[in-house]
């Protein structure tokens, strides 16, 4: 167990609609990734939140968003879901941006 | 072209054999990373390095900067070590991860 946990653990959403997936870093974590991980393939950077401010984005669209709370938990939003957004969410949260990176369960997300 | 690289993609053995599971990257890194990953999706974060060699029980890793080459060994493998592992390299704090390598270890 890592420390790291997620919710929900799976979503099942329609074309066009919007999701918010939450993740609730390790207790001390400032630093939470977010990952986008198609089926059989390694995951993909989505954006890192340090100290409430995004600190670096991946190559996706406005429509994926986030937030970073106080206390550090965070939040990952998409609007106007697609199919192709199907995929297991995963969040990591670190001490420092460069630290070791402790990973979630994952949100598997089913756009049908 | 992939900035990391990992071979083989799958990889089957018997209970007790030798593993090495095989990384190279393409870009400046501060820092590799061997992950794992179960059915299910839950990744553990086996090893971070940045120069030289680690051990952690039956796992080693090592690293060749010159080379932009890491190695996962796996000795005595067990069917518990079944999981994808994950090479994955700190670039511009971020990480780029390889796709995996699948490993299934029979009885």
């Known amino acids: 167990e890592t420390g790291v946990t997620q919710s929900p653990t799976h979503l099942i959403k329609t074309r066009g609609q919007q999701v918010t997936l939450r993740c609730s870093s390790q207790?001390?974590?400032?630093?939470v990734s977010w990952y986008q991980q198609a089926l059989g393939q390694g995951p993909q950077f989505i954006f890192q939140?340090?100290?409430?401010?995004?600190?670096g984005r991946g190559n996706f669209p406005p429509r994926f968003s986030g937030l970073q709370f106080p206390n550090y938990s965070s939040e990952l939003n998409v609007n106007a879901l697609e199919l192709d957004d199907s995929a297991l969410y995963l969040c990591?949260?670190?001490?420092?941006?460069?630290?070791?990176?402790?990973f979630g369960p994952g949100t598997r997300l089913t756009v049908l | 072209k992939n900035e990391v690289e990992q071979s083989p993609q799958n990889l089957t053995a018997q209970e007790g054999e030798f593993i090495t599971i095989n990384c190279s990257y393409s870009?400046?890194?501060?820092?590799l990373h061997w992950l794992q990953q179960h059915p299910g999706g839950g990744i553990v974060s086996l090893f971070m390095?940045?120069?030289g060699k680690k051990k952690h029980g039956r796992l080693i890793a090592t690293i060749n900067i010159q080379e932009k080459h890491s190695s996962l060994h796996i000795t005595a493998s067990h069917p518990r070590d079944s999981a994808v592992y994950i090479c994955?390299?700190?670039?511009?704090?971020?990480?780029?991860f390889g796709t995996g390598t699948r490993l299934q270890v029979f009885p």
């Open positions: 939140y340090y100290r409430e401010e995004e600190n």
């Open positions: 207790s001390g974590h400032n630093t």
């Open positions: 390095l940045s120069s």
């Open positions: 990591a949260s670190s001490l420092v941006q460069t630290d070791t990176q402790y």
């Open positions: 870009v400046g890194i501060s820092a």
């Open positions: 994955a390299v700190m670039n511009t704090d971020k990480l780029i």
